[in-house]
């Protein structure tokens, strides 16, 4: 039987879609299980590739799992475990996607060096927010904030947004429901500083934190949406800011869940790619937090 399109093939189209990287490029995209040349049968998008996302791939009748963070809990996401130890979960969920014959491709760097960025370009079609984008000018392929104007919305009513459109299971926040929001903000992540103390220049500490408070107090953003969380930076602000009586606040949905919908979209540009010939699904990874 002639083999109508392998899964090379397809991961070749979606590389040709992205911007091009160096021919020495090392990062954390690529296969991380399965066989390039084996005849692609159907595409499966998520998020995170959990044992559930692989279990619906196979049910599905997939076998290439495409998605956008790790497979096997490290952060430079080797395709095999390399901590030193023996790690029986890994070997659990290898022999589950071997037994399978699913092949997982990573595309994490190319989807965000992507103009716009197809993460949260599909984050933002689908919590349905592309008309309250403010039209802010935003540095190209990076996590820059961007910028959403509402009318009419409160602490409390995003919350219930935020929870139904990214189907979660609870919301960490910080501020008054009652209070009435205009300006959110999608911002990235807020790691601690790593390496060396950042810099003063001219009397300001250019930290990706401290950026945002600058946001915050300068362009009258009143709510924060961010990726990963640290406490003592802009979380810390905005809880002083609120006891001060203060409209601000933060809505900590997670670093999975915020990117979640960007996979949604992921299942649409990939159909398209591959001129529908294969059968293309999204499937949601889930909350990864349950609230007690």
């Known amino acids: 039987k002639e083999i109508e399109m392998k899964i090379s093939d397809v991961i070749g189209k979606i590389l040709d879609y992205h911007p091009k990287f160096p021919d020495d490029y090392a990062g954390c995209d690529g296969y991380k299980s399965g066989d390039p040349d084996a005849e692609c049968t159907g595409v499966v998008c998520a998020l995170v590739p959990t044992v559930e996302v692989i279990r619906k791939t196979k049910e599905l009748g997939c076998n290439l799992l495409y998605v956008h963070e790790p497979t096997f809990y490290c952060s430079p996401d080797y395709p095999d475990w390399r901590a030193g130890f023996e790690n029986r979960v890994y070997e659990e969920k290898k022999a589950l996607l071997d037994e399978a014959g699913i092949a997982i491709w990573r595309d994490h760097d190319h989807a965000h060096a992507h103009n716009p960025d197809s993460i949260f370009t599909g984050v933002i079609k689908y919590l349905g927010w592309e008309e309250h984008q403010t039209g802010e000018e935003l540095i190209p392929n990076t996590f820059a904030s961007r910028f959403f104007e509402f009318e009419d919305m409160t602490v409390g009513k995003m919350n219930e ?10 919301i960490r926040y910080i501020g008054r429901p009652e209070d009435t929001i205009r300006k959110v903000a999608l911002v990235g992540h ?68 915020l990117e979640e919908l960007g996979m949604k979209y992921a299942a649409d540009w990939i159909s398209d790619l591959i001129g529908n010939e294969l059968p293309v699904h999204y499937v949601p990874s889930g909350d990864i937090y349950r609230f007690a």
């Open 161 to 170: 947004m935020l929870k139904e459109r990214l189907s979660l299971n609870g």
């Open 190 to 257: 807020l790691f601690p500083m790593s390496g060396s103390e950042p810099v003063t220049v001219n009397g300001y500490c250019p930290e990706y934190s401290t950026g945002n408070i600058k946001d915050m107090e300068e362009k009258g953003v009143d709510a924060i949406i961010p990726g990963e969380v640290i406490d003592w930076t802009v979380m810390s602000y905005i809880r002083d800011a609120v006891q001060l009586g203060k409209v601000k606040a933060a809505f900590n949905v997670g670093h999975f869940n």
